[in-house]
């Protein structure tokens, strides 16, 4: 891993700069450049000009290449882009006023093939060889739409309509992606950088060890609540796992976990913290301006499933520990309470404050900002932790960085957008998708979710989520589906790949950490993670996980759920809360397989379409609960005797 050169750490601190400039001048209308009219495709190919000519002297040519190496051909990739990325910011109002989307001089359409290669090479620096391809077969796709099979057949572009559209048209590059980006995101990756640059990282670990690190399994308990909290800070499962994962691994192997068992710990919570509110990294933004709603909406429906998942881990931690009689670490090994919070309850002031300003008074694209501004103030004021120079450099670098990598691969996904809008398939996909699954939505959902899993094994979340957002969705939303269930279910599948084998990316990171054989750490982690699996199907089917139905639905789905969730943990775990360990042979098998089963009929979702009554469900439920109970206390009472 080399370092970046000087000069280039200083064009990432100026692009840092001038782009969160130009995103506070936009986002707060504050009217500077009153003289010249900025049309909004001036600012998006500004933001790009500041971005992309830098992801060809940050990410290297290729693997066997140092971080921050660069050759002669970087140095021209740069400059082509920057030369082609401020062509189009100069002639922005030509191609709005003269409609240059559909009809360009020869300026254009060379400038426009140079841009579509650009970003094309940029996507598979900064997402890989699987990512490129993807978007490559997209974008070319206009160009040979009329040749392809009945179901995906569209209408076909020249190269010159196909490149001119991507470049200039606001359904490609220009589009969703890209303005998600620029409305939403910037404050986000803002403040995620300067939580972790000021400490945020420590306060947490600290506070997790002073509030859990006692109770049984406590170590692991820490290591889910403090994945969570920074997880959600970053958007980076693997980043998350390499910052927590350091502390929390080698706390839990020291009170007793086994090092596979505490490498998919990690791994499960850092893949549930991105799905984690207020900040749920980039995809998330990205499906509120597809819903076009207010980004608050995704967060308020995306509580409950995250607080599911958090709950089933810390349930089966808690078995876990229970039945191998795992303690926690002495309180006089671990930090005050009341010290951690002195010493850092600004950050939890400006998280109070974030909160308040998305979910009360409903400014998204602003609040983060405004955070950032006090977390940095009062860090300043109060912290031993206190900027130099250095810091606000490194700081500076980072989101950078951050935005340089992040432009890059949202400015390329565009080109998957564009590539069925310019086809007319993105209108039609949906119908032909319906049809091949025999207007089955329970079937269309299995597809959606293989479908889900395997793009997300190869690509970006972002990357994986825009594809299935502009196909997929419509489809299951047009099944009678609610939108913003179907969304998530998307973004839920999406991110599975992290924990599954044979990707799994978050348990082989944790696995190092751990000294630990990568796929038993894998296989672990489906363990613990495997409500992940299925609560998709249920907030999907039932608007009630979702806070999309009333408060008193709501209520009883929540009570429903955390039995279900508890029985089924229990069941893989083989500790049932209240009565105890379940004993191996056959009766203890059969109690686990009733008690797993028993917790899917309480959870089960309350959808007319599935046929199944919900009183008759919990009734089963509670049935089979029962007759698992006297399993256990029978083979119980046999194993004493």
Not at 58 to 63: A, E, L, T
Not at 279 to 286: E, R, S
Not at 392 to 420: C, D, S
Request: with cysteine; hydrophobic share 60%; proline share 5%.
């Amino acid at each position: 891993m080399g370092t970046l050169p000087a000069f280039v750490r200083w064009l990432l601190v100026v692009s840092a700069v001038l782009l969160t400039a130009a995103s506070v001048n936009h986002l707060f209308n504050l009217g500077f450049f009153m003289n010249v009219r900025l049309l909004e495709i001036h600012y998006l190919y500004v933001m790009l000009l500041l971005t992309l000519p830098l992801v060809f002297l940050v990410f290297p040519c290729s693997k066997s290449d140092s971080y921050g190496s660069t050759r002669w051909w970087d140095y021209f990739l740069a400059l082509l882009a920057l030369i082609t990325c401020a062509f189009f910011a100069y002639y922005g109002r030509s191609v709005v006023n003269k409609g240059w989307d559909f009809a360009a001089p020869l300026n254009a359409v060379i400038a426009s093939f140079a841009f579509w290669f650009l970003l094309l090479v940029a996507a598979r620096r900064t997402g890989g060889w699987m990512l490129f391809a993807v978007i490559l077969v997209f974008s070319i796709y206009p160009m040979v739409a009329s040749y392809a099979p009945g179901p995906i057949q569209g209408f076909q572009r020249s190269p010159v309509e196909t490149a001119i559209f991507h470049a200039m048209s606001g359904e490609s590059v220009l589009g969703i992606p890209m303005r998600s980006f620029v409305n939403l995101v910037v404050g986000f990756m803002i403040f995620g950088v300067a939580m972790q640059h000021t400490g945020a990282g420590p306060f947490f670990i600290d506070i997790a060890f002073a509030a859990l690190g006692h109770v049984r399994g406590g170590p692991a308990k820490v290591g889910v609540l403090t994945s969570g909290l920074t997880g959600s800070m970053s958007g980076s499962v693997i980043t998350n796992v390499l910052t927590t994962g350091s502390i929390t691994i080698p706390a839990m192997k020291k009170v007793g976990f086994r090092p596979t068992y505490a490498a998919g710990i990690e791994a499960a919570a850092s893949t549930g913290a991105v799905l984690m509110p207020p900040i749920m990294g980039a995809t998330a933004f990205v499906m509120a301006t597809f819903l076009a709603t207010d980004y608050t909406n995704i967060v308020l429906a995306a509580v409950l499933p995250s607080l599911f998942y958090f709950f089933g881990l810390f349930a089966q931690i808690d078995a876990y520990s229970a039945r191998n009689g795992l303690k926690g670490v002495p309180r006089a090994d671990l930090p005050r309470i009341g010290k951690v919070l002195r010493e850092g309850w600004y950050f939890l002031a400006v998280f109070g404050l974030l909160i308040w300003m998305l979910l009360y008074l409903k400014r998204e694209a602003i609040a983060p900002f405004y955070a950032t501004a006090l977390l940095l103030f009062l860090n300043q004021l109060l912290s031993k932790s206190r900027w130099g120079r250095k810091e606000l450099m490194n700081f500076l670098i980072a989101t950078g960085r951050l935005f340089v990598e992040l432009v890059a691969i949202l400015a390329a996904v565009g080109l998957i957008v564009g590539g069925l809008a310019v086809t007319g398939m993105s209108g039609t996909i949906s119908n032909d998708l319906l049809f091949i699954a025999g207007g089955n939505i329970f079937l269309l959902l299995l597809l959606g979710a293989l479908t889900s899993f395997i793009l997300g094994m190869g690509m970006t979340v972002t990357a994986a989520y825009v594809i299935l957002a502009v196909s997929l969705a419509p489809a299951l939303v047009a099944g009678g589906l609610d939108p913003i269930g179907v969304h998530l279910f998307i973004l839920y599948w999406s991110m599975l790949s992290y924990i599954t084998p044979p990707v799994a990316l978050a348990a082989f990171a944790a696995a190092a950490i751990a000294q630990a054989k990568p796929f038993a750490s894998a296989f672990e982690a489906m363990k613990l993670g495997s409500i992940v699996y299925i609560i998709p199907f249920f907030f999907v089917l039932d608007p009630a996980f979702i806070l999309q139905a009333g408060p008193l639905e709501s209520l009883l789905t929540v009570l429903r759920a955390g039995l279900g969730i508890l029985l089924i943990c229990a069941g893989i775990q083989g500790y049932l809360f209240g009565v105890g360990r379940i004993e191996t042979g056959l009766p203890g098998t059969i109690a686990r397989v009733l008690l797993g089963i028993a917790g899917l009929a309480f959870a089960f979702p309350s959808n007319a379409g599935l046929a199944v009554p919900i009183l008759g469900a919990v009734g089963a439920g509670a049935a089979m609960a029962a007759v698992a109970v006297a399993l256990v206390m029978v083979s119980a009472k046999q194993e004493k005797a």
